[in-house]
């Protein structure tokens, strides 16, 4: 893998770990006193692939000369103040580092987003830390003085990375255990995420005689792991003992391990530990010092993306979203469509609709699941744009998602979908490199009915309807919306 390749490969998990719309990083020209636009990665197809400048233009140009990070959570800046797009582009947050090595200014890192979130302190954090590993690759290019072993390790390293990025928690672990092995040798591996509210540590992966312990919970302030967790730095003994002693890593009540050299990290990100890393070795003298910077930048990627792990799942469990799009997750939908069906009378009645992505397996097996799940994302935008009411849309399940309709009846709920339908067939989804054009099928059902002997009173009659009308859509040609009536139509025929 080139060096350019590593770089890129980097500045892409920078974007899926903070979901910014556009990641660069900016190398410092020191004869001409420019950045140079090193490595982007971006959702935009105005994005200039030979941005330049000048240190103190612009707001790269600010956190360049004086070496200091900027924060917009409301970017209220003019477009052009950013200078690395064309045209201009709807940024509402943005931040920025420097990319620092001893004392000495390489670039500038920069995220910026267009939802309608912004960037806390905590992604300024895990900027930083990027920054750093940003730092040590542009200083390894300058001075290209690697060694044989050196370039392979980082190889595998960013191969680890690009599979953290796509993969979800129950694949990342032993990916994790697979490509650690290719570069350290080690006899057993053992990595445990940290509860601060119970001030405990559950191990997460296990390799060797450790692996009947795993999920198990251990005390978080005993054995080796403990006092990495103390010290907050790497400990490397290289000659424990020799003989049939067996070592601690989780307390008296945890795995011993037979070793006779040991390599433990701290998961540290944002300032804060969430987890240790660690290995062990029966060869004295097992691990060096190069294997310990490798092992750390592994500890810093792990540690950085089950932060993010963490953080999503909080806040999907404190607002009840979907983690993928920010929608209302189906379970909590489903409460407000019961709570709000109850009100639905000939005077107000309340439609529901149900949207399916069109051939998203198809999309998914030629481009791969991360196209996919940006594909979602974007109708997802759509769909908050042109509902009444954001808190009425849901990712229902998979590629469908829901939108509930107060005090709209059968023929304006048909308009409305009929619009989505046009919308997202003329939408030009633009994913890195790829340009994709979606459709959608959609199935539309209002409570009460103009039936009358038909019931629709309660959530799960009128989602079972819905979903009805839904397959009816599919089947009948893509982009197509079917309704009750429509539904009885088919039925009677």
Not at 252 to 265: I, T, W
Request: aromatic letters at 6%.
């Amino acid at each position: 893998m080139s060096a350019d390749q590593e770089l890129d490969d980097l500045i892409k998990l920078l974007s899926n770990v903070t979901d910014a719309h556009t990641s660069t990083l900016f190398w410092l020209d020191v004869e001409q006193n420019r950045l140079q636009l090193k490595a982007a990665y971006s959702l935009s197809r105005n994005l200039c692939s030979t941005a330049s400048i000048d240190v103190g233009c612009g707001l790269l140009g600010w956190v360049a000369d004086n070496a200091k990070p900027i924060t917009l959570p409301p970017f209220n800046q003019h477009p052009k103040t950013l200078q690395y797009y064309t045209t201009a582009e709807d940024i509402k947050s943005f931040i920025a580092v420097p990319v620092m090595h001893n004392n000495k200014l390489l670039g500038v890192l920069s995220i910026d987003s267009k939802q309608n979130y912004t960037f806390d302190n905590k992604h300024q954090k895990i900027l930083d830390g990027f920054a750093r590993q940003f730092a040590k690759m542009l200083e390894r290019q300058r001075h290209s003085g690697e060694s044989e072993g050196q370039l392979k390790g980082s190889a595998k390293l960013y191969r680890l990375c690009h599979q953290v990025a796509t993969s979800d928690e129950q694949n990342i672990f032993s990916n994790l255990l697979s490509i650690s092995a290719e570069m350290l040798k080690f006899d057993d591996c053992v990595l445990a995420l940290l509860d601060d509210t119970r001030d405990k540590l559950q191990l997460k992966v296990a390799h060797g005689d450790s692996q009947k312990y795993l999920d198990k919970w251990f005390p978080a302030d005993q054995g080796l792991a403990g006092l990495v967790l103390k010290q907050k730095k790497p400990l490397r003994l290289i000659k424990l003992s020799q003989g049939k002693n067996r070592w601690t890593v989780f307390g008296r009540r945890g795995p011993k391990l037979k070793m006779n050299a040991f390599l433990g990290l701290p998961l540290l990100c944002a300032g804060r530990v969430n987890g240790v890393l660690a290995f062990g070795s029966q060869k004295p003298e097992a691990f060096s010092r190069q294997d310990e910077q490798l092992a750390a930048i592994i500890a810093l990627q792990v540690a950085t993306i089950t932060a993010q792990w963490q953080l999503q799942a909080a806040k999907a469990s404190r607002r009840q979203l979907d983690s993928l799009t920010g929608l209302l997750s189906h379970s909590s939908f489903q409460q407000r469509l019961d709570e709000q069906l109850p009100s639905a009378g000939p005077t107000q009645p309340l439609s529901l609709q149900l949207i399916n992505v069109n051939n998203l397996a198809a999309t998914n097996q030629k481009f791969g699941y991360e196209i996919g799940d940006e594909l979602l994302r974007g109708v997802a935008r759509i769909l908050l744009e042109v509902s009444p009411d954001e808190a009425n849309v849901a990712r229902f399940s998979g590629q469908k998602f829901a939108l509930m309709l107060p005090n709209t009846n059968s023929a304006a709920a048909k308009e409305l979908a009929k619009r989505i339908c046009n919308i997202i067939e003329r939408s030009r989804f633009v994913i890195g490199s790829k340009e994709l054009t979606i459709t959608v099928s959609i199935g539309s059902v209002s409570s009460p009915t103009n039936i009358n002997d038909v019931d629709i009173s309660d959530g799960a009659r009128l989602v079972d309807y819905t979903r009805k009308a839904l397959q009816l859509a599919r089947q009948s040609k893509t982009n197509r919306v079917c309704t009750f009536s429509n539904l009885l139509a088919r039925i009677s025929a």
